[in-house]
């Protein structure tokens, strides 16, 4: 499962990723080693573009080494909560298309398009690794 670590849901998704166990993080901005830190044990894989990752404090990239995949597309996730990621992505296993998760939701399809296919991308291993 794909855990995004975000300011807006960081004590939420804290827990989510001790709970987990061997979790995938996606990091869109940089966060203090602390954090680093208190999740490290359970992290499998660290998601993030490379303007986070070169932001990133001295101790934080120590902590984190050899486990980050860059992300080769610009930007960052979309700004939504992680329960509306996890329903976004339950919808569409249980059959709904775009338009009808977009409509129940109340988010624009282009969001519901962009988190579906992230998600699948890292699901399936296929995220693009930028080399530096």
Do not use: C, W
Request: net charge positive; hydrophobic share 40%; charged share 30%.
């Amino acid at each position: 499962m794909l855990v995004v670590l975000d300011r807006k849901n960081l004590e939420a998704a804290i827990e989510l990723v001790k709970n987990l166990g061997k979790a995938r993080v996606h990091v869109p901005r940089p966060l203090p080693a602390e954090v680093f830190e208190e999740i490290d044990e359970y992290v499998e894989k660290y998601y993030m573009p490379p303007s986070t990752l070169a932001r990133l404090s001295r101790r934080a990239k120590e902590i984190v080494k050899g486990r980050v995949e860059l992300l080769s597309r610009r930007g960052r996730f979309a700004d939504i909560d992680l329960e509306t990621v996890t329903q976004i992505i339950a919808l569409y296993r249980a059959g709904s298309s775009v338009r009808e998760i977009a409509g129940e939701l109340n988010i624009p399809k282009s969001t519901v398009h962009y988190i579906i296919h992230r998600e699948q991308k890292i699901r399936d291993g296929d995220v693009k690794i930028l080399v530096q």
